[in-house]
């Protein structure tokens, strides 16, 4: 898909290590800078490198981006594989796992706007359509105190919250499909 301004949006290529290293530099710039202190322990971050990767396995994610120009301004990571450890249980929250049900990962964005409309926006839309194609229902992510009001933006509710490592965490859920 791509929009009025040339921004594509598609499915990263785990496969393409080209790609994938974009990828990693793209969520670096994005979360480098913040103040949340608990990400090292949840992804895999080299400063050396300058690049970060969650610790869910490439092979259990679905990973959507937002292009300019052939550059990675935005990015959406959607763990689909609810067989083994999710990045929330890390933080100390459990779900219900089923086949039906998928973990965002990680979420940012490099750009601005695109049309009047943020450009994680219509990534967000973009990535919901095929996960909710593959039968997703429902989705559920967490965030940090300071990134909650965004994510309820795009849709997300907070279901519960915990102390994790000191830092206040929220457990997330969306509905996808006809249940949104």
């Known amino acids: 898909m791509t929009d009025s301004l040339n921004i594509t949006y598609n499915t990263l290529d785990i496969n393409d290590i080209n790609s994938l290293g974009d990828y990693e530099s793209s969520m670096y710039r994005a979360f480098s800078g913040t103040e949340i202190q608990t990400l090292d ?8 490198k300058r690049k970060i990767k969650t610790k869910i396995p490439y092979e259990s994610q679905k990973i959507y981006v937002a292009r300019l120009e052939g550059k990675i301004v935005s990015g959406v990571a959607i763990n689909v594989n609810m067989n083994d450890t999710l990045q929330l249980e890390m933080m100390g929250f459990t779900i219900d796992k089923d086949d039906k049900t998928a973990e965002g990962l990680g979420v940012f964005n490099l750009s601005v706007l695109t049309s ?4 994680v926006i219509l990534l967000k839309n973009h990535a919901f359509e095929v996960v909710t194609k593959l039968g997703i229902e429902k989705m559920y992510g967490t ?12 849709g997300w509710e907070p279901i519960d919250d915990r102390l994790f490592l000191g830092e206040k965490k929220y457990l997330l859920r969306i509905p996808l499909g006809s249940k949104q």
């Open 41 to 48: 322990r949840i992804w895999n971050i080299d400063h050396k």
């Open 116 to 119: 009047f409309n943020p450009v």
């Open 143 to 154: 965030c940090s105190e300071k990134k909650l009001r965004g994510y309820r933006i795009l």
